[in-house]
């Protein structure tokens, strides 16, 4: 009896060792950082035509995390970050040297934005990557990051750097992974195939499946398809009051989803400006899609109707009561 006690102390003796042992190393790791690429063949011609098409991506997807006090992104403490990952600053993307990314190349730029390693070789946990984009659409990106608009402008301005916690840090040092670089052209499929459009503006685009799938902890950005739930709605996030929000249903099932809900018509209303049929506006964080336009929003509807149907009555966690109408 005495050996077995003694067996049992030894071996949570040793569980406790092996515990602190992985607690420490995380801690003292940190945040792991990756080799990186210079990518020094890679060049954008900053033209009035990808700046344009700059712009609106990034009002879909750089501006609202990135954007000061003022016009300039200068960056922000993103309140509807995760409650468990802390006070998460966003960073000062202006065209300064020293406070923004004035010194970074178009080639460090792009293989961040699609691997998620920062040109000294940090990653970057926190921030979306964009490795479906087309080649074009990054390109135009980056292109309005050179240019002369008012958001990009030089400011010393900075919001205080991210303090990563002990969450982060195991995360990171487990099942947060930069992705590969694409080692293939992506192109935007011919605007007139409306369900390959469509599929491009969600997915590659946009992402809106990242919100509307089932869990952000379960989505597969490499080959979207796969995440839990694709399109199924009722993943719980935050709003700006710190209040959980679930994304609706938008496959077609007709009980659950939008099948019978919208048409095309109306669901490009909902989308380019939040107004339902019955009246009502979505809630944060689902805000209104205003530079795409109606053509990219009626083929985002005909890619929808195409995708398997998921039967999910999305419920209000805060509240219990069924979330769509
Ligand atoms: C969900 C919020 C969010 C969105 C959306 C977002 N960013 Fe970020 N971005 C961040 C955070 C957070 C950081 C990291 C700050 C840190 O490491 O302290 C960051 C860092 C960066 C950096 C690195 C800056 C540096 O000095 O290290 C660049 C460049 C950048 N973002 C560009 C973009 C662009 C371009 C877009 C749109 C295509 C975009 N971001 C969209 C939150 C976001
Ligand atoms: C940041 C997360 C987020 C992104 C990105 C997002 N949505 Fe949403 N969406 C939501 C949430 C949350 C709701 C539910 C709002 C509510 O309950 O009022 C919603 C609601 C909707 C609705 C209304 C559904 C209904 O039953 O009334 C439609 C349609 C929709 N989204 C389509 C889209 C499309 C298309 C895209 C991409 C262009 C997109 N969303 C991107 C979070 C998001």
Known sequence: MKKAIRIVLWIIGLVAVIIFGIVGYIAGRGVPSYETQKLPDYHVDVTPARIERGAKIAQLLCIQCHRGEGAQLTGKLIADAPKDFGQIYSANITQDKEAGIGTWTDGELAFFLRTGIQRDGSYNPLMP?????????????????HSDRIEVQPSKEEAPKTEYNFLIKALTNTVMKPYPYPQKAITIPDSTDRVAFGRYIANGMVGCYACHSADFKALNDIEPEKSLGFYGGGNPMLNLEGKLVPSAN????????????????QFIKVV???ARPDGSVTRYPMVPHITLTDYEVGSIYQYLRTIPKIRNKVVDPETGVIAQK
């Open 129 to 145: 990557k964009f490795p479906n984009m087309a080649d074009e659409d990054l390109k135009s990106v980056i292109a309005w990051l």
């Open 250 to 265: 938008i496959t077609f099932d007709d009980e659950t989803g939008i099948g019978k809900k919208y048409t095309e018509e």
């Open 272 to 274: 380019k400006q939040g």
